[in-house]
């Protein structure tokens, strides 16, 4: 997709999914986040938590995801997230964005995005921004 | 009222970690558990970054008054050079801030650590800036 393509207010998504507790467990291994909070919800209550939790960087690769998805070609120059809440598995979620700007330069065509990762009741939990260069 | 927290140890490195060579298969198994599309199996999806966790995570002189119960509020990652399957690459991690703000639950403190990933081509990878939360 080509800067010509996109006006802003361009939405991204929504992608649509739950997190179960098993893929938050397996990320978890394959990110090297050992936390007990990560592996199960026995081990999250010992460290004094209502339950398994998703790290923040599994939300942050969930908006990776989303503008891989969205934006086809497209290559993320940077990513920052707030986490605004505890995300836990078996919970659904809605991960969307939009452009706010554009912009272009001698080092290539970029849009900035507008990211949030909430609840169906609009909770937003994790929300972001992102720099991305355009194909 | 706002503390007076000791800033003296910004700028000091705490960490410095050469990762053994990326791998085909942690490149694969990283993508598959964070569902992020991997176009080319030979570089990493994007997030992979978050992988690179030095030997010590946090500085060991922190200030005593910055408080207790640690948590993950926020992360920055800017990418440079993709990461391709046989790199080396080394995670340079220093103390970049440290702030307080006053909200609503009442006084928190932040410390910024700071990331820098480089290759062994000395081009960098990805800059990531992690904001923990102190009470």
């Known amino acids: 997709m080509r800067i010509e393509d996109i006006d802003v207010g361009h939405e991204l998504g929504p992608l649509a999914l739950t997190l179960s507790g098993e893929q938050v467990r397996q990320y978890s291994i394959a990110a090297r986040m050992p936390g007990g909070r990560f592996m199960s919800d026995e081990d999250a209550r010992k460290e004094g938590l209502p339950g398994q939790i998703v790290p923040g960087n599994l939300s942050m690769a969930l908006f990776s995801r989303l503008i891989s998805e969205s934006l086809p070609g497209a290559v993320l120059k940077r990513l920052n997230a707030t986490f605004r809440g505890l995300v836990r598995p078996g919970y659904a979620l809605l991960i969307h964005g939009v452009v706010t700007e554009k912009h272009s330069s001698d080092h290539g065509d970029f849009v900035e995005c507008d990211l949030v990762l909430e609840n169906t009741e609009g909770d937003r939990w994790v929300t972001g921004t992102a720099t991305v260069q355009l194909p | ?135």
């Open chain 2, 1 to 135: 009222m706002a503390l007076e927290l000791d800033r003296s140890i910004i700028g000091s490195e705490f960490d410095r970690t050469i990762f053994d060579p990326v791998t085909d298969a942690e490149v694969a198994e990283y993508a598959a558990a964070s569902t992020e599309p991997q176009p080319d199996q030979t570089i990493a999806s994007p997030t992979f970054v978050v992988r690179l966790r030095g030997r010590r995570f946090m500085p060991s002189n922190l200030p005593p008054d910055l408080g207790r119960a640690a948590f993950d509020a926020g992360k920055d990652i800017e990418w440079g050079a993709p990461i391709r399957v046989g790199d080396v690459l080394t995670a340079v991690s220093t103390v970049h801030d440290i702030y307080e703000k006053t909200g609503r639950s009442g006084s928190m403190r932040f410390l910024v650590l700071r990331t820098v990933i480089t290759n062994q081509r000395s081009e960098q990878v990805a800059v990531i800036d992690q904001r923990m939360m102190f009470r």
